[in-house]
């Protein structure tokens, strides 16, 4: 996905519509700031994986906090290369990207989820079999919430594949 499709979206997404949506990325990132700034109360954007954006598109960001300082926080969720990413590139100076990074103000990391969060996950998506239950959660191979949701989904569609062949 390209930068200006990227915020297209957000726009979209934050439900402005205006003119410059089809405009230069320069003016979209403008009109993403300027309902940001005209909302009532804050805002919070989080941006998942961002370890997977470009130093440039890092830049766009850059732009966008720096025009909604007042109006909205940011969250950047990422793998722990992104930390080493980030400061790698301050180091080596790359343009824009310590500035960037002179704006964030703390760096997380979390842990792994622990057996109820991953309980919890488990439940909501249906999984009531204690012994299924018990093997998805305390499985090393299913650590991460995203590993154990791709662990269900991917049951889910055997389970339906396995239901469809019984009524042939």
């Given at each position: 996905m390209?930068?200006?499709?990227?915020?297209?979206?957000?726009?979209?997404?934050?439900?402005?519509?205006?003119?410059?949506?089809?405009?230069?990325?320069?003016?979209?990132?403008?009109?993403?700031?300027?309902?940001?700034?005209?909302?009532?109360?804050?805002?919070?954007?989080?941006?998942d994986e961002a370890g997977k954006f470009s130093p440039r598109e890092l830049l766009y960001?850059?732009?966008?906090?720096?025009?909604?300082?007042?109006?909205?926080?940011?969250?950047?969720?990422?793998?722990?290369?992104?930390?080493r990413d980030v400061l790698k590139n301050v180091k080596n100076e790359l343009k824009g990207i310590p500035e960037f990074h002179r704006r964030i103000n703390n760096w997380i990391e979390l842990g792994l989820p622990s057996y109820n969060e991953k309980l919890a996950l488990c439940k909501h998506y249906g999984i009531i079999d204690s012994r299924l239950v018990q093997s998805l959660c305390k499985s090393v191979e299913f650590e991460t919430l995203s590993l154990l949701y791709d662990a269900i989904f991917n049951f889910g569609l055997l389970v339906l594949r396995e239901l469809g062949n019984d009524n042939n």
């Open positions: 390209t930068p200006k499709v990227f915020y297209q979206e957000l726009l979209s997404t934050i439900g402005f519509r205006n003119k410059h949506s089809g405009k230069s990325l320069y003016h979209i990132i403008d009109s993403i700031a300027y309902f940001l700034n005209s909302a009532r109360g804050k805002n919070l954007i989080v941006f960001i850059h732009d966008l906090r720096d025009s909604t300082l007042q109006s909205t926080g940011y969250i950047l969720t990422g793998p722990p290369y992104f930390e």
